[in-house]
């Protein structure tokens, strides 16, 4: 069993309720457009972090993360990128990969809207965990964690603070 924070969208700023909710997680990760490479520093400074850039994120992001980061974690494949998309109006690049890997759990960020929904088509979980940055269209500033155990995702939780 495994504790995940995800986040997005930060922008170069990590606000300070956002580490309080992560607290007792085991990872933490990061679905792009961190702002800068000290968010990284920050993050994997508390707990072990994967991330994937953005399209804000300049070369010193670029160098140490991919675009795609296709991974398991306990028994569920998970696929995770900057732009995405959701069911139904995937991003092309993210379609074929979904379609090719047949990801159970698939997080993406650039939207700034919070979004969980299940796909019955491909039989995942999509997570897009908004924008946790003071910058961009979003009203509040939100996080999403939640357990992977064995092959079950479960007690997802929101964290949705004003901007």
Same mark, same amino acid.
């Given at each position: $069993? !495994?504790?995940?924070? !995800? ?9 300070? =309720? ?5 607290? +007792? ?7 792009g457009d961190m702002g800068n490479i000290g968010i990284a520093r920050q993050l994997s400074g508390i707990k072990p972090l994967r ?8 070369? /010193?992001? *670029?160098?140490?993360? #991919? @675009?795609?980061?296709?991974?398991? &974690? @306990?028994?569920?494949?998970?696929? $995770?990128?900057?732009?995405?998309? %959701?069911?139904?109006? %995937? /991003?092309? =690049?993210? *379609? &074929?990969?979904? @379609?090719?890997?047949? #990801? +159970? ?11 969980? $929904? %299940? ?9 897009? #965990?908004?924008?946790?940055? *003071? %910058? ?8 999403? =964690?939640? &357990?992977?155990?064995?092959?079950? +995702? *479960?007690?997802?939780?929101? +964290? /949705?603070?004003?901007?």
């Amino acid at each position: $069993m !495994i504790k995940i924070g !995800i986040l997005s969208d930060t922008h170069g700023f990590v606000h300070p =309720r956002i580490l309080d909710f992560f607290g +007792m997680v085991d990872e933490i990760w990061h679905a792009g457009d961190m702002g800068n490479i000290g968010i990284a520093r920050q993050l994997s400074g508390i707990k072990p972090l994967r991330s994937v850039y953005g399209n804000i994120d300049g070369q /010193d992001v *670029r160098i140490e993360y #991919p @675009e795609f980061q296709k991974f398991l &974690i @306990e028994e569920v494949t998970v696929l $995770m990128t900057h732009i995405g998309g %959701y069911p139904g109006h %995937y /991003d092309i =690049r993210a *379609r &074929i990969l979904i @379609e090719q890997d047949k #990801p +159970m759990l698939f997080v993406c960020g650039h939207s700034h809207i919070l979004k969980v $929904m %299940y796909d019955k088509k491909y039989g995942l979980l999509h997570i897009n #965990p908004g924008a946790a940055g *003071r %910058y961009g269209i979003h009203k509040s500033i939100t996080a999403v =964690r939640l &357990i992977i155990d064995g092959n079950n +995702m *479960r007690d997802l939780e929101v +964290m /949705d603070i004003p901007k």
